[in-house]
């Protein structure tokens, strides 16, 4: 193990290596560190806030319902005087937890088809058509099959929790790739009768080099934005699922659930819709400007610039 | 290219088929009875008697081929006779649904006003306040007018509309009395005060509906102009001595629109689903609205028929894009 | 019977006494908003609340139930009893007789055939009537003569009043009706949609499931009302938009079902628009204990009588599991004042409401405590109650609702206090009350220890509801799950005093019998009662003559409703 990445470094150190130079693209891109920075805060908050804050977001303090902040609950309570700080950390949990590993399925779906649709011909027909039916599939009915399917099977294998966590990130993510394939297809159909693929063609490159080398990189800038609004569509179908009594048991907190409990005290108590939604957004706010640095700093043309 | 648009079109009916196969089976499968929504004090010996009046009782290959005929045969059939007034359709039995026991087309037909007015103007604004967004936030990347743009189309998107609505409502409706908080669908346009009132009881859904249509869109306009931008085909326009504009909104825009209209095509059957939660929140009560209340029923008939036209619209618009692409991109082919 | 319509009469004059403009349709428009949107005009081929109670502004029954559950008559001229001769001594029939100079909105008069043909419409074999139960036992309904109508029973019925009585059983014309019987029923869609009815309005424009628009029919019996002219009965969104539509933007005048948190409410009424009704029937939330195993690992046995559940089977289990409620924050939480902690079954109408088991209103945690230990139930090292290899661990139910939701949370807290371990679960309601016997998650099947709901009983006689937990009556594979006695009771002693009830006219001996067998369900803790739950509706302040009813349709008197 060291010794490989001993290795790599002493090659590194030579000539400036590619991603050395992608680091330090993005290290100038100003949004792109404050976005990196708050994203890892939120993360370490989330993992190791509950040490730090150590009240149990489900325990019921009936006397301290509706509370507004004090020392005690430094966010206020909620309707049955459970701790809303307690439960933000919680929430981030899962939140984070399901909208990052969802998103990625998603990514990795949506693009493998996409790719594979645009680049090799044959299978582009029946790879779109299985888009359009996934497209056509109404969501609801969808889920409920599915959970009526496979719940007490993972419910019995990985106990309540796991199994439910499994099952929402494969259900969102098995039902959001298609915007994303059918964005990459388009972009790679372009692509592949650009001068620089045809070149790449003519001289014998394998497909699979040329698909990793030359078309992949082309058709990032897409991606990212599918990730970032990725992010944002996992968090919100999650809450919209646990609503529906589809997901994670109710007394389990998350940021889209925290956020739609409190829309009926919007008038009453308007911290209780803030700060979920502040949450949110700023998640989503640091990985899109995240996203926007990457993506500049994995093109050669702006690289240096 | 019109060879190809024939081909699609033709494969598209042996698809379709066999979407609205899986459709039927999923809707089969799924949990849920026509009978739940009624109160706990009907015996289940009655429920039991409503469903076999429902024809639930016969096998589903029977109630799917059943399906088949009403949908493509009768319901033509019924349209031919109420045009031309020849007795074509006899008393061949509509499709029906189970909630209202009234053909599912009619309602449909009667829901689509209202769903087009709202989300069908909310997508036209959305599409038309993105492409200038992205545009500009592109040309005059990481300027104050970029930022601004990144952060609110953002919130747009992270923002759910079960929230922006409602705190809309309570702004609006509720502080300022401005706007009414329920639509009115009998609502008829024939003056100029009736046309204010359209307005004023369009006006939240729309904006609602757009912010969140226009995020979207512009964020894949920004990036797909950026990727263009500093392409090699823009640097030779330029030395070229073209104009600046001709440069941007020709030669850039023009390579750039590929996503967009991928994003733009697969949103524009979603218009025809409506809007599930803008439409239940201002209760607009259009398609989105009549399929959750279908779903939450188990209305299989109606839900199968909107399903499956939203099905062919989304067959459709994606073989459109498609098209689309051969024209932005002239080097793109299909065999 | 007959004061009690003179005295109604004489209440309405009142009313139309006090308000200044007393004719038809001089009050202008009428707003109701139902959030839930009704689909179509017909109760019998739905059955849903929404559809009853908007079809209930047009189609009107024999008799109704007043704001205070008494049966008064409607459409007929008085209420048949054994002691006026209506109703045979042998309690085999009863004949009504339709009030004189009662026309439909078409001009044509009401006649005993129409009400023939009702029960003709409902109990065709093939019509899937959703109202079938109110016919149950009916043997023949013949029209007399033009005003007499006759219903034969197969069974001597001491409470004879289900057909034709209440918003469930109105009359639907003749004439409109008669070539849409039996499997033609839903085909008929212009007679579902604008049934010609002898209430206050008519309808003249219905979309399904989104808007009905109405005007005040003019063959209306009393020349002077309804006061409104037109009405917009509104579906579709949720409570929270109806009650604000009501009670703070004020677009709206009357809104039904405003089952929201009672601190929003409260808040919505603080604006100063309307007034918020409440009003009680016989509807309990309660939870169901499963009395056999739900074991996934027994297959088709599971949640059936073969076999005992573990330890829900033991009576101070169950009890403790009671006695760690408390009912007060519970209710001070979900309903406020539209709701009050029971600890009765049959909690209304007032007289069968049986006092014997209001013990269980004050919280008692350390004796439940008590009540475990005596048991043997002894506390393991983590914390949960084990007794031979047994774990008191609970998967707990119910459908998706946020009252629903925040009960679920405090009570596991609570059970926790008693070394109780609780798995929360909400399932959707379209599945949990959908009956689909595909579906493990509906009510019926109970794969759960304990699982929460409201039920409740339609009319005010609690006969058929008590019925409900006679053994044999539990769903099982065989039956295709579609039983209702949920708990899975069986005790001999308590079919028997079902047996006597059947056979009892008396009204003092059933009401003893309802209280022995609302107290032997209680004392066994069968279910555990917990909310007395209230019909919430909301009103503007300028809409007057509204008499929350919930033992009929909320809009039942809206011919008396006038704008002040």
Redesign the interface.
């Known amino acids: 193990m060291t010794d490989i990445t001993q290795s790599k470094l002493e090659q590194q150190s030579k000539p400036r290596s590619q991603w050395l130079d992608v680091w330090d693209q993005f290290s100038t891109h100003k ?1 792109a560190l404050a976005g990196a920075g708050f994203f890892l805060f939120v993360l370490l908050a989330v993992i190791f806030g509950p040490y730090v804050w150590a009240i149990d977001p489900q325990y019921i303090d009936i006397r301290a319902r509706n509370e507004g902040m004090s020392l005690a609950h430094p966010l206020g309570t909620d309707q049955l005087g459970r701790d809303t700080l307690a439960r933000l950390i919680r929430g981030g949990q899962t939140s984070m937890a399901v909208g990052l590993t969802a998103m990625l399925l998603s990514l990795v779906v949506g693009t493998l088809i996409g790719v594979l649709a645009g680049y090799v ?1 044959w299978l ?2 029946p790879l ?2 299985l ?3 996934f ?4 969501l ?3 889920l ?2 599915i959970i ?1 399917l496979f719940r007490e099977t993972l419910r019995s294998a990985l106990g309540p929790e796991a199994g439910i966590f499994l099952l929402m990130v494969f259900v969102i993510g098995i039902t959001s790739w ?2 994303t394939a ?2 990459v297809r ?2 790679v ?2 692509l592949k ?2 001068e620089f693929v045809l070149a790449a063609v003519s001289i014998g490159t394998p497909g699979r080099r040329i698909i990793l080398r030359h078309i992949l990189p ?1 058709v990032l ?2 991606i ?2 599918s990730a ?2 990725g992010i ?1 569509n996992a ?2 179908t999650e ?1 919209a699922l646990s609503f529906l009594g589809l997901g994670f048991p109710s007394d389990f907190p998350t940021w ?1 659930r925290l ?2 409990d409190a ?1 009926d005290y ?2 009453q108590d308007p911290g209780r ?1 803030l700060w979920p ?1 502040l949450a ?2 700023l ?3 640091s990985v ?2 995240m996203g ?1 640095g990457l ?1 500049d700093a994995l ?1 050669p ?2 690289r240096g610039r | 290219m019109f060879d190809y648009t024939i081909r699609r079109t033709l ?1 598209a009916i042996p ?1 379709l088929l ?2 609205s196969l ?2 039927f089976l ?2 089969d ?5 026509p ?20 024809g639930l009782g016969q096998p589903l290959v029977i109630r799917y081929l059943l399906w088949l005929q009403q949908f493509f045969v009768n319901e033509p059939l019924h349209y031919l006779t109420e045009i031309t007034g020849w007795d074509l359709s006899g008393d061949r ?1 509509r499709v ?2 189970w ?5 599912v087309v009619d ?1 449909i037909l ?2 689509l006003p209202q769903t087009l007015w709202v989300v069908g103007m909310s997508y036209v604004v959305g599409v038309l306040i993105a492409l200038p967004i992205g545009i500009i936030s592109a040309y005059r990347q ?1 300027s104050w007018f970029d ?1 601004i743009g ?2 609110v189309s ?2 747009g ?4 509309t ?2 922006t609505g ?2 809309l ?2 702004v609006f ?2 502080e300022l ?1 401005w706007f ?3 639509y009115d ?2 609502h008829v346009v024939d003056d100029w005060s009736s046309f204010l009132f359209q307005v004023k009881q369009m006006i939240m859904p729309t904006m609602v509906l757009a912010l969140y249509n226009a995020a ?1 869109i512009s ?2 306009m920004r ?2 102009m ?2 263009n931008l ?2 090699d085909f823009v640097r030779t326009a330029r030395s070229k001595g073209l104009r600046e504009s001709t440069v941007v909104l020709v030669h850039v825009l023009r390579n750039s629109m ?2 967009v ?3 733009i095509a ?1 949103g524009v ?1 979603t218009v025809f689903g409506g809007a599930i939660i803008t439409e ?2 201002f ?1 607009v ?1 259009g398609l989105g ?5 279908a ?4 209305d299989i008939p109606m ?1 199968q028929s909107l ?2 036209i ?2 062919i619209l ?2 459709a618009f ?1 073989l459109i ?1 498609d098209v689309l ?1 051969g024209v932005l ?1 002239p ?5 | 019977m007959k004061p009690r319509f003179i005295a109604l009469l004489a209440a309405a004059l009142l009313v139309v006494a006090t308000h200044a403009s007393a004719q038809r349709g001089a009050d202008g428009h009428l707003n109701i ?1 139902y959030w839930q ?1 009704p ?2 005009l ?1 109760p019998f ?5 929404k559809d009853i109670e908007s079809a209930s502004l047009v189609i009107e029954p024999l008799a109704r139930y007043d704001e205070q559950g008494n049966m008064v008559p409607w459409l007929a001229e008085e209420i048949p009893t054994v002691a006026n001769g209506g109703v045979a001594d042998d309690l085999m029939s009863i004949t009504w007789r339709v009030a004189e100079g009662i026309t439909w909105s078409d001009g044509t008069p009401l006649t005993a055939a129409d009400v023939a043909f009702t029960a003709e419409y409902c109990m065709h074999p ?8 109110s016919f149950e036992h009916v043997e023949s309904v013949t029209a007399i003569d033009d005003r007499t109508v006759e219903i034969k029973y197969s069974t001597p019925k001491p409470f004879p009043y289900g057909p034709f009585v209440g918003a469930t059983s109105p009359i639907i014309q003749k004439a409109q009706f008669q070539n849409c019987l039996g ?1 033609s ?3 008929c ?1 212009d007679a ?2 604008m049934p010609i009815g002898t209430g206050p309005f008519v309808v003249t ?1 219905f ?5 009905i ?1 109405m005007v005040a029919n003019d063959n209306y019996r009393d020349p002077d009302k309804p006061a409104f002219a037109s009405l ?1 009965f ?5 409570a929270t ?1 109806a009650g ?2 009501v009670l ?2 004020g ?2 005048d009357y809104a039904w079902n405003l089952q929201l948190n009672p601190d929003v409410l409260t808040n919505m009424e603080a ?1 100063g628009n309307g007034k918020i009704l409440a009003s009680f029937g016989t509807a309990v939330e309660r939870i169901m204990v499963n009395l056999t195993n739900p074991d996934p690992d027994l297959g088709d046995e599971r949640s059936t009588r073969a076999h005992p559940h573990p330890f829900m089977s033991d009576l101070a289990v169950r009890q403790a599991l009671s006695m760690a409620i408390d009912r007060d924050i519970l209710n001070e939480i979900g309903y406020g004042s539209t709701g009050r902690p029971t600890c009765n079954v049959v909690p209304a109408p007032a007289i069968y409401a049986s006092d014997a088991n209001d013990a269980c209103l004050v919280q008692d945690v350390a004796g439940a405590n008590a009540k475990l230990d005596e048991a043997g139930w002894v506390i393991g090292s983590d914390g949960i109650r084990a007794k031979d290899g047994v774990r008191l661990s609970i998967l707990y139910q119910t459908s998706t609702n946020a009252v629903r939701q925040d009960f679920q949370a405090l009570i596991k807290q609570w059970w926790s206090e008693i070394g109780v371990e609780t798995e929360l679960r909400n399932v959707d ?3 949990f ?4 016997p ?2 493990p ?2 009510f ?1 099947k109970h794969f759960a220890d304990l699982e929460m ?1 409201t ?4 009319g005010t006689d609690p006969e058929n509801y008590l019925n409900t937990w006679r053994c044999d009556n539990e ?1 099982n594979p065989g ?2 799950w ?3 006695n949920i708990p899975r009771y069986c005790d001999p002693a308590y079919d028997a005093m079902l047996e006597e009830m059947a056979g009892t006219a008396d009204l003092d001996e059933r009401v003893r019998l309802t209280k022995a067998m609302n107290d032997k369900l209680m004392q066994e803790v069968v279910m555990i009662p917990l909310i007395h739950r209230g019909r919430v509706s909301a009103h503007s302040n300028s809409l007057g003559g509204i008499k929350m009813n919930v033992w009929d349709s909320e809009l039942w008197n809206a011919a008396d409703w006038f704008r002040q």
């Open positions: 949004g011909r582009d027909g779109m058509r888009t359009d039916l497209l056509a599939l109404p609801l009915p969808l409920l099959v009526m298609m915007q059918r964005i388009g972009d159909l372009s009768e650009r082309n800038s897409p990212m934005v970032t609004l944002a968090i919100i809450s889209g956020l739609f829309i919007l008038q819709v939604g949110i957004s998640t989503v706010l899109n400007y926007d993506r093109d043309r702006i | 494969l698809t066999f979407i899986i459709l999923l809707l499968l799924a949990p849920g009875d009978t739940a929504q009624l109160p706990l004090t009907i015996p289940p010996e009655v429920k039991e008697k409503i469903r076999e009046s429902l039995q029906l649904s909630q209202s026991r009234s053909p309602i009667q829901r990481y930022q990144t952060f953002m919130i998107f992270s923002v759910p079960f929230f409602v705190l409502i309570v409706s509720v009395g009414p908080s329920i669908t009998t979207q964020r894949f990036a797909s950026l990727d500093n392409q590929i996503p209209v991928t994003v697969l059957p239940q929140v209760k009560n609205q009549l399929l959750i209340t779903i939450q029923a188990n839900v399903t499956f939203f099905a989304i067959v994606n894009a692409y991109d080097r793109i082919r299909y065999d | 908003i949107a689909s179509i017909n081929l739905s059955g849903g609340t093939e019509g899937g009537c959703a109202q079938l139960s499997t029923a839903p085909g869609t579902n949609f424009e979309r399904p499931n989104d808007v628009s917009t509104k579906g579709g969104g949720d938009a604000r539509a703070e933007t677009e709206f604006a309601a379209s599945v009350f959908g009956g689909d595909g579906s998650d509906t019926q709901y039920n409740l009983f339609d769903p039956n295709g579609q039983g209702v």
